[in-house]
């Protein structure tokens, strides 16, 4: 089974970047589609961006022209690029992996927090 690491979380004030990354090992070649979800405590998680090992991308409504995901397959890492964040974007991301098997696979997830 593929295991996922995310980082890149942390604080940052609101109007700012940051930019998020997800390890996969042994490899993510072995992975067919990946996607970043967050979740506020209380809220239902949700879906912020997804790509597939073609490169094909999704955008929640709320990510699209703000959040931008790519794809390393050299580094076995996707990047979660989060510009103009803000408050509501406050919350725990999430890296999820459907392998070619179709097995899922979810990080530990790394913390976010959008904060004057």
């Known amino acids: 089974q593929v295991q996922l690491v995310e980082s890149g979380g942390g604080l940052v004030q609101p109007g700012g970047s940051l930019r998020l990354s997800c390890v996969a090992s042994?490899?993510?070649?072995?992975?067919?589609?990946t996607g970043w979800y967050r979740q506020v405590p209380g809220k239902q998680r949700e879906m912020v961006a997804s790509?597939?090992?073609?490169?094909?991308?999704d955008y929640a409504e709320f990510a699209k022209g703000r959040f931008n995901i790519t794809s390393d397959n050299a580094k076995n890492t996707v990047y979660l690029q989060m510009n103009s964040l803000q408050p509501e974007d406050t919350a725990v991301y999430s890296c999820?992996?459907?392998?070619?098997?179709?097995?899922?696979?979810w990080g530990q997830g790394t913390q976010v927090i959008v904060s004057s």
């Open positions: 042994p490899s993510i070649a072995s992975i067919l589609a």
């Open positions: 999820n992996g459907l392998s070619r098997s179709l097995e899922q696979s």
């Open positions: 790509i597939t090992d073609i490169n094909t991308t």
